[in-house]
């Protein structure tokens, strides 16, 4: 059997957690890879509203193993309030969520370095959602961090108390006021939590599962352009969101990799700083925001808007070798004339169709191809009434991209998700 991979494919907020939640009874396993705290999985059903931040969006299915992989850097604290949120809506995670011995802990003093890091960066702040994300992953990859077979660990307090001492010093660099009591006794707490969990060599367990011919789905957060490697650097968060970071996030050989699905927007948004060439600061992006409800789901902040970004799209779509795509939230535009859909960038005077290296080195205008609105309410929609101009302009995205639209979301709930190739099936 081969894992397929599940990838935002913009800037993240794409819709992940509701469309791994509808295909997820197809999957005995789900697996996370990559990210942290920073990611938030909205997932709407029965009425029910659930943001997901580290736990797999396969948590409300009983028969599904979820996995959080060893790529995934995980905070105590948030683990736990996430777990408790679960109890108290009837779900055991303890049956069916297992944690990679592998994963690093986010420490207070990472969430503090993040903040401390951002002040200081003032005006060219990234915009960071501030839990420690990228402190973490820096730790990791200065062989500093603690991972989570650490907690069981008799020097666990001692390798604990060696690392904060690290980062106080830096925060005094920094010159950054805290209190760290503030925040350590509810992160002891959420190692307590951790332990109760099955902590496992899930790269074994995964590869097992392969011969066993269970069927996995890696399920990616953040957007592929806000990849470490391959997003508007620095403007990024500190993993590999792309289709390798499944890979190397949870220990799958390549070949191993069976279908590649890419979500996107029917337009574009991200919360944060950086570049975003069709960003629309008027009233139609306005509109999309109150549209499209586009506020953050981990820090309520309001998301940048625009139109599709096709060159932005077909990179993205290169490095992970999407074979299928998803699109979500074609009900934001229902009540526009015009639809628009950047297919060219003018950069120093020159039309292309990818996206360079640096997007403000030089002037950039995006070149667009408008769309006639389909203004019809997408509520009642079903599989065989898509109105002929939200057909239209699935078709030309298809035919730009080359690889096909297999499922339309169309609202947030579950059944408001249409399939256009039978994948669901
Ligand atoms: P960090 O990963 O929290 O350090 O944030 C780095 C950048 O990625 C910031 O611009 C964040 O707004 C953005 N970001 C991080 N996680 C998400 C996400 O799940 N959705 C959208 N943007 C995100």
Redesign the pocket.
């Known amino acids: 059997m081969k894992a397929d991979v599940l990838l935002?494919l913009q800037?993240?907020?794409e819709g992940k957690g509701k469309i791994v939640d509808v295909i997820a009874p197809k999957y005995d396993i789900i697996a996370r890879f990559q990210?942290?705290p920073?990611?938030?999985?909205t997932l709407e059903f029965n009425g029910l509203k659930h943001v997901l931040h580290l736990i797999p969006s396969g948590i409300f299915h009983e028969h599904i193993i979820n996995i959080i992989g060893n790529g995934v850097v995980i905070d105590p604290m948030v683990f736990k309030r996430e777990i408790l949120a679960l109890e108290k809506l009837g779900v055991n995670p303890r049956k069916n969520l297992f944690i990679s011995k592998r994963a690093h802990l986010i420490l207070p003093t990472h969430r503090l370095l993040?903040a401390a890091s951002e002040a200081a960066k003032g005006k060219e702040k990234?915009?960071?959602?501030?839990?420690g994300?990228?402190p973490a992953y820096m730790d990791k990859t200065g062989r500093n961090g603690l991972r989570i077979g650490d907690i069981f660990s008799p020097d666990f307090k001692k390798k604990y108390d060696f690392l904060t001492e690290k980062h106080k010093q830096l925060l005094a660099l920094y010159n950054f006021q805290y209190d760290l009591k503030e925040h350590e006794p509810s992160w002891f707490d959420g190692i307590e939590t951790i332990k109760q969990f099955k902590c496992i060599e899930s790269e074994k367990y995964l590869n097992d599962a392969f011969a066993e011919k269970k069927t996995i789905l890696a399920e990616g957060?953040?957007?592929s352009l806000?990849d470490i490697d391959f997003g508007s650097y620095p403007?990024?968060?500190?993993?590999n969101t792309v289709c390798a970071g499944a890979c190397t996030g949870l220990g799958i050989a390549p070949n191993s990799i069976g279908k590649v699905i890419g979500i996107f927007k029917a337009y574009c948004?991200?919360?944060?700083?950086?570049p975003f060439p069709t960003e629309l600061n008027d009233a139609t992006g306005e509109a999309l925001r109150k549209a499209g409800n586009e506020f953050?789901?981990?820090?309520g902040?309001p998301?940048r808007c625009g139109w599709l970004d096709l060159p932005a799209l077909r990179y993205a779509v290169t490095i992970s070798g999407v074979t299928e795509l998803i699109m979500m939230k074609a009900d934001v535009l229902s009540d526009l004339d015009t639809i628009k859909v950047c297919t060219h960038y003018n950069y120093n005077g020159e039309k292309i169709d990818f996206l360079p290296y640096d997007l403000t080195a030089f002037p950039l205008t995006p070149l667009y191809k408008d769309f006639k609105g389909w203004k019809t309410n997408l509520q009642k929609m079903s599989a065989d009434t898509i109105p002929a101009a939200l057909e239209n302009y699935i078709r030309f995205i298809e035919q730009e991209i080359k690889v096909p639209v297999s499922i339309i979301s169309v609202g947030p709930d579950r059944t408001q998700t249409f399939d256009r190739s039978g994948v669901l099936v």
């Open positions: 935002g800037w993240g907020d990210g942290g920073n990611a938030g999985h993040d990234i915009g960071s959602t501030l839990r994300i990228g957060a953040q957007g806000l403007f990024v968060t500190s993993s948004t991200r919360v944060g700083s950086g953050g789901s981990t820090t902040r998301r």
